[in-house]
């Protein structure tokens, strides 16, 4: 079972960058993160497949970047440009691999860690 424990959450103003860290434990071929807004759905973020092929929600493309350090067994995620939308409590995932001619990983968690909090004011 993959064990998961993430880092980096802070509060920034809009326009701020943070980076969040997760280390994992155990192996599995998709990673990502999601995030929830107080009394809001859970959503997906982003995920990166061991290949490297990643896949981003719509409202962080060109903002956010996902990454992975092999040697460290950390995922990352670097958060540019923030807005006030992008606050709530940021999970590390393992997701589910999808093939479509080829292999990726879905934004939909499978189990995830115990979040950090990211707040970005106004």
């Known amino acids: 079972q993959v064990q998961l424990v993430e880092s980096g959450g802070d509060s920034v103003q809009a326009g701020g960058s943070l980076r969040l860290s997760c280390t994992a434990s155990?192996?599995?071929?998709?990673m990502g993160w999601l995030r929830q807004a107080p009394g809001k759905e859970r959503e997906g973020v982003a995920a990166?497949?061991?290949?490297?092929?990643?896949n981003y929600a719509d409202s962080v493309k060109g903002r956010f970047t996902i990454s992975k350090d092999n040697a460290k067994n950390t995922l990352y995620l670097q958060m540019n440009s923030l807005k006030p939308e992008d606050t709530g409590m940021y999970y590390c995932?393992?997701?589910?691999?999808?093939?479509?001619?080829?292999?990726?990983?879905?934004?939909?968690?499978?189990?995830w860690g115990q979040g950090t909090q990211v707040t970005v004011s106004s």
């Open positions: 995932a393992k997701t589910y691999v999808r093939y479509d001619g080829r292999w990726f990983c879905a934004l939909e968690p499978d189990y």
């Open positions: 155990g192996y599995t071929y998709c």
């Open positions: 990166i497949h061991s290949n490297g092929i990643t």
